[in-house]
């Protein structure tokens, strides 16, 4: 028997299906196999996407100024928390367990927080895509937007795709090869500055910025932009479009989360086929023959950034970054013809528009009404428990061995191990009181009482302190084997106070 | 040959492997070149990792690999950087008084720290993983004291043990009154119950409390005191509380006046580092029950 490689695929039309049959034609043409008519591989097509001007470009470039200014820039921002902490607006200071977020700080065990912002992101990105399909994949996606950045560069060293595609065809020269030196030097830049800026958001970047820059930061940091540099440099120069195509599970999830009404950047077959000629158009209808707008230009497949042809109807590989839309307008417009042929809409309203009805868009349907109601919920849940919560707590690990002593007078005595969290950034003074037993004396383990007779527990800016204390019950009632008591810890500047339940065991 | 089975998938152009599930059939599509490249690697990698680590087991050994790793002896390595981890801590702590443990806060937190784990790996066996304490075996956490419950008696008795054998060692047996013939049997019963009484436990109906008594002050009363309050330098149990190193019912406590008691606490001195013993001693006085 021959080894076989497999891939599952249902016997029914997929939105895939137009690429996977032109990999394979891709690969019957370069392939070779020793003993089966199927090749190991399929061989990639090089992609040279045309520059285009538009609507959606100038979007496409705005989010990406933006977002990479956050991303390169956010570490930079100070945010003044006073001595005891660190003054960086972001920072995930993992010696010390914290994450600081401008105003706010989280424990480790508030990771809680992050769980609703997972929750949070994936709504938001149901959403996006029930209102208008892979809006994530074609602006925002940090894949997308860096493949942007080194198509803006490659563009700029090598040429736009007509240039580039001719040098690259032609015998190399000395300066076809200087212009990819350049250009793979110009990637490496990015990616470098990508894996130095990932490492500030761990450590104080003014002083990691200067320890790098002087060999004298920890070897880890360099490892990391190292890993990033590589990964970077790979995913957005060389890998590409592949990336969406092979690797990403996200395509396939959100097939199945849209539905007929989600606008999809769309060709308009209605209107478009069948394609002619300008001068073809013009005799065809001056016989009363049907013609349609495309000019077969071709243009909305060069400036595709993944090779998709849109007109093939929806693509696994098509992002939806809306390219195309701007290099049909722009075809459009010159030929004195109307905008849109390739636009945002369904293919519910291609077809309304054959049968001659109204076009129709739904955007409140129960999915996008249900979308947007888990996200003001879990929005609203993570902003009253953020705004309401305590910045002090108290948690009590009774003694499991033995669970009550004896005293030698009879009375009873249990054990604790309290732990009480200040999450201020200053020291606080607490009194920790206990409820529940007519007549106690609580003993602290190691910490005298104060000249003025009260047991103060004092706790370091932003910390914990555990303390062992030994209640006992001097009641001559005859102890029962469990009673309810209650612990409460009292700031004593601001009276802010918490509170835990415990038991106080005796023989049962 | 399998190529007879091949068939064309009408939908996508694609060939199928030729069998068919419930109606499924399953495309033949070739995988991406990366992937194939990455399979490659792993192989080329695998090699590498046969030459640097231990990898072929051989008829005593294996093969050693040429960094030179090994899991146990990275185990040793670990533990020689934690204590120099320690180091300073432990020379801290082997220098400090154990008042001065007690009194500073961190020194505390280190000894209890350290003493948890030499409670746990040495004491639990007998004393209780909470040192708890059993029938025999004092529970440590009372009030209540053979030795001495200050930080002083509580190290004495970790370093010297009792009855065993260290010349500064706790030592005092109970004698076996009964068995070496000294008590007669119903004065053992009374003086059972005379002991119970001293706690104000019940005795039994119709005992001759006078005649116990008297055996207790012929008797006991050396080691236990007149009024039975005990004697720390013998290890003689106080008999007017409420805490019984054995038991308070007459039986358990006829079975000591007739065989005598005599338990063996180990001398941990010679055992246990300096350092150990020092935070077993604060542990220890930590539980709840340690007197100032």
Known sequence: ?508 | MADQNKEIDALSGMPTTGHEWDGLRELNIPLPRWWLWLFYITIVWSIGYWIVYPTWPLLTNSTQGVFGYHTRSAVVEDLEALKQQRGAMVEKLAAASLSSIVADPQLLDFARAQGRVAFADNCAPCHGAGGGGAKGYPNLNDDDWLWGGKLTDIEQTIRHGARAGDDKGRSGTMPAFGRDNILKPNEISAVADYARSLSGLPVEPGTDLALGKKVFADNCALCHGPQGKGNREMGAPNLTDKIWLYASDKQTIMQGIQNGRGAVMPAWGGRLSEPIIKALTVYVHTFGGGEK
């Open chain 1, 1 to 508: 028997m021959t080894a076989q490689v497999r891939t599952m695929s249902i016997a029914q039309p997929t939105p895939g299906a137009p690429a996977l049959a032109h990999l394979v034609a891709e690969a019957e043409v370069g392939g070779t196999s020793p003993d089966d008519d199927i090749p190991l591989y399929a061989p990639r097509r090089k992609i040279y996407p045309q520059s285009v001007h538009g609507t959606f470009r100038n979007i496409k470039w705005a989010v990406l100024v933006v977002t990479l200014a956050i991303y390169y820039l956010l570490p930079f921002v100070r945010w003044d928390r006073g001595p005891n902490a660190p003054s960086q607006a972001v920072l995930i200071d993992f010696s010390n367990r914290r994450f600081y977020f401008f105003f706010i700080e989280i424990w480790p065990q508030e990771v809680y927080y992050l769980t609703g912002l997972l929750i949070l992101a994936a709504i938001i990105l149901f959403l996006m895509n029930a209102v208008a399909g892979r809006i994530w994949c074609g602006y925002l996606c940090p894949q997308t937007v860096w493949t942007d950045l080194f198509f803006a560069i490659e563009r700029l060293v090598e040429g736009d795709r007509r240039e580039h595609m001719q040098r690259d065809a032609r015998k190399w020269t000395a300066g076809t090869y200087a212009r990819k030196g350049i250009k793979h030097f110009l990637w490496l830049i990015v990616a470098w500055w990508t894996g130095g800026a990932w490492v500030l958001y761990f450590a104080d970047a003014p002083t990691l910025v200067k320890e790098l820059a002087t060999g004298e930061a920890p070897f880890v940091a360099y490892v990391w932009i190292g890993i990033l540099t590589f990964t970077t440099y790979s995913l957005a120069g060389h890998m590409r479009e592949q990336v969406c195509l092979y690797m990403c599970p996200w395509p396939r999830i959100q097939a199945a989360l849209t539905d007929e009404y989600a606008l999809n950047v769309t060709y308009r077959y209605d209107r478009g086929e069948p394609r002619c000629s300008v001068k073809k158009a013009e005799q065809l209808r001056a016989r009363g023959e049907p013609a349609g707008d495309c000019v077969d230009c071709l243009q909305c497949v060069h400036v595709c950034p993944t090779g998709v042809d849109i007109r093939g109807g929806a693509d696994l590989g098509c992002i939806q970054c809306g390219l195309c839309i701007d290099a049909c307008d722009a075809i459009m417009s010159k030929l004195g013809r109307p905008t849109g042929l390739i636009a945002y809409d369904t293919d519910l309203n291609i077809k309304r528009r054959i049968e001659g009805k109204p076009v129709f868009y739904k955007f409140l349907r129960m999915r996008t009404v249900l979308y947007a109601a888990i996200i003001a919920v879990v929005g609203g849940v993570m902003l009253y428990t953020l705004a309401t919560r305590d910045t002090e707590g108290i948690t009590v690990i009774h003694d499991r061995n033995p669970m009550y002593v004896r005293l030698s007078d009879g009375a009873m005595r249990n054990g604790y191990t309290i732990r009480i969290v200040n999450k201020r950034l200053k020291y606080r003074d607490f009194i920790v009181t206990i409820l529940g037993l007519p007549s106690t004396l609580v003993d602290f383990v190691g910490l005298p009482p104060r000249a003025d007779g009260r047991q103060l527990v004092t706790v370091g800016p932003d910390q914990t302190k555990e303390v062992r204390i030994v209640v006992t019950d001097y009641s001559n009632t005859p102890p029962a084997p469990s009673t309810s008591i209650l612990f409460r810890l009292i700031d004593i500047d601001t009276g802010e106070t918490a509170e835990v339940r415990d038991h106080f065991f005796g023989p049962s």
